[in-house]
């Protein structure tokens, strides 16, 4: 079974829902529409009796995070962030159904944040996380700053955010952020391997997913809140603007910390 959406394909095969992110010549990036097109395609999984949701990127990256060129920027960072970015991760942490993510090329920024909320994460050896927010004068979101914290503590976790560097796929296995490497020609296959294992498993899937999550759980709306706050003031200042003017002329930016 097949749905049209805008920003993504859908099929649902057997009770696998497949969710590929489709704008390639974005890098896959992110608008309001592809978050209205996800919502809508895990409405649909849900009514259709899935139980595991893949997800991945069309082309060569998953995703690039947020579109700063396409949607236009908010004076408010925070209002996207409780519109689009928290309700989905939200939504993705209480679902009933697993979630495989194949990592098959750069997801970066909030990109990261989907890659990282799998509950089995595989990746291309030649694909790599950025939190890159820090690099245009902005903060994690999209639970980045809880999802990777938990996954690699706070040390390694403010290493990524402070720096803002490639964490390639050796490294990432290493530090325990994803699962297992693929070669970049299996990587889907693998994941969907996985992924139907996942939906042929017993009832006991959905609820041992809420329980290891739960286990990490009890800060997260703490640091979501926290996240959109701090993404606020950082919207509001000189050094994102810059940021967002040299990523758009492609140079590097000159920040002078205000």
Not at 73 to 86: A, K, M, S, T
Not at 118 to 127: F, Q, T
Not at 241 to 248: D, I, T
Request: proline letters at 3%; aromatic letters at 6%.
């Amino acid at each position: 079974m097949k749905v049209s959406y805008a920003t993504i394909t859908f099929t649902l095969t057997g009770r696998v829902a497949e969710l590929t992110l489709n704008r390639p010549e974005k890098l896959n990036a992110l608008n309001a529409a592809t978050f209205t097109d996800i919502q809508g395609a895990l409405d649909h999984a849900e009514i259709n009796g899935a139980r595991c949701v893949l997800l991945t990127g069309a082309g060569r990256a998953f995703c690039s995070g947020a579109d700063l060129a396409g949607d236009g920027i908010p004076d408010d960072l925070g209002e996207p962030i409780d519109r689009f970015y928290n309700p989905l991760v939200r939504r993705i942490a209480a679902m009933d159904m697993a979630l495989v993510t194949a990592i098959n090329g750069p997801a970066v920024g909030a990109g990261a944040g989907l890659a990282l909320l799998g509950d089995v994460i595989v990746m291309a050896r030649s694909a790599y996380l950025q939190l890159g927010f820090v690099n245009i004068g902005l903060v994690p979101d999209a639970g980045t700053t809880w999802l990777a914290a938990q996954a690699v503590g706070r040390v390694r976790a403010a290493e990524m955010a402070l720096l803002g560097e490639r964490v390639h796929a050796e490294k990432a296995l290493d530090w325990g952020l994803v699962t297992r490497i693929a070669e970049d020609e299996t990587c889907l296959a693998d994941a969907r391997a996985l992924a139907q294992r996942l939906a042929a498993g017993p009832a006991s899937i959905a609820p041992i997913r809420k329980q290891v999550r739960g286990v990490l759980e009890t800060s997260l709306d703490e640091t979501l809140e926290l996240e959109r706050e701090n993404q606020r003031a950082a919207g509001r200042t000189a050094d994102f603007r810059e940021g967002v003017m040299a990523f758009l002329q492609k140079r590097a930016p000159r920040f002078n910390g205000n």
